[in-house]
């Protein structure tokens, strides 16, 4: 497990580090820089600077971030190997048949080539039912916009209100000349 006591003995022992010496060396560094990790709690091992309980942030923050992609990757992966396997994954997991259902449903509708590193996954989730070009151009904006998920569900909700249907993607969404789209709860 990462800061584990496994992790700090696998410090590899290369003889070409200068024998017993850059080995202590590389097991102090490894014992300073671990942290204790489990399924419920992150507990530092020692006093960490500002530095690096920023670098550790940003490590567990992609982490995070990452999970739901990589396990809907994952368990389709599985499906396209092997059929249904929901039971195996959920077993292996600890996540319900339904939450690695919808993570495998979502990371199946938004390509890796439309995913945004720059918004949450609830973003992704909130542009799923549209077709990818709709989905690029909503996640973009969002990202460049700064819109939360609630923003960005409101903009298409008003968007389909708007057109008397589903949302479409290119200048058909932009606003005209003279044609502004107004929050009426936060004036944006």
Known sequence: MWGSSEAVQAVPHSPDEGGRDARARQRDAARKAANAVS????IPQQELEEHEWLATGRRLGAIGRGSHWWLGDWIRHGADRWGDRFSEAARATGYDRGTLRTMAWIASRVPASVRNEKLTWDHHVAV?????????????RAATEGFSVSDLKLELRARRAGNGQGAVAGDELGARDGDTNVCPNCGR
């Open 39 to 42: 399924s419920v709690a992150w």
């Open 128 to 140: 799923a039912s549209l077709e990818p070009e709709q989905q690029a151009y909503w996640l973009e």
